[in-house]
């Protein structure tokens, strides 16, 4: 029942930075791109990272609310994802400089995110 009701709690909040973020991204992109270079453009074009620091507090909030097991088990898997995450950018960085083509450092994040649940679902697998 506890987890239950973090778990909404954690969707709610998260689903509700992750929407701020697309709004914020959406009207950055919009309306920062034809800016003048400079401070002000600056600071438009990073106003998304807003929405993604309530993703963060939200994550947070999941963690502190988590009982010790639920807290352990996710903070395993978050740090087998990182160590996932820095392999493969890692081996990339070489790959480079064998005259691949140069990744954004957006695609961390996507991988670090699919190496999160990489590794949820083979734990759970392995945990029947």
């Not at 009207?27 to 620091?53: E, K, N, Q």
């Not at 990182?82 to 140069?102: D, H, N, Q, W």
Request: with cysteine; hydrophobic share 55%.
């Amino acid at each position: 029942m506890h987890e239950k009701r973090i778990a909404r709690l954690y969707y709610l909040e998260l689903f509700g930075a992750l929407a701020l973020y697309t709004l914020i991204l959406v009207a950055a992109i919009r309306y920062g791109r034809p800016m003048t270079p400079g401070a002000l453009r600056t600071a438009v074009l990073l106003s998304p990272m807003i929405g993604f620091a309530g993703a963060v507090w939200a994550i947070a909030r999941l963690i502190g609310r988590a009982d010790e097991y639920v807290r352990m088990r996710l903070l395993e898997n978050v740090s087998l994802a990182a160590a996932i995450t820095a392999g493969l950018t890692f081996s990339y960085g070489f790959l480079e400089t064998a005259g691949f083509p140069r990744q954004s450092m957006f695609v961390v994040w996507c991988v670090l995110c699919l190496s999160f649940g990489a590794v949820q679902i083979v734990r759970k697998v392995l945990d029947r």
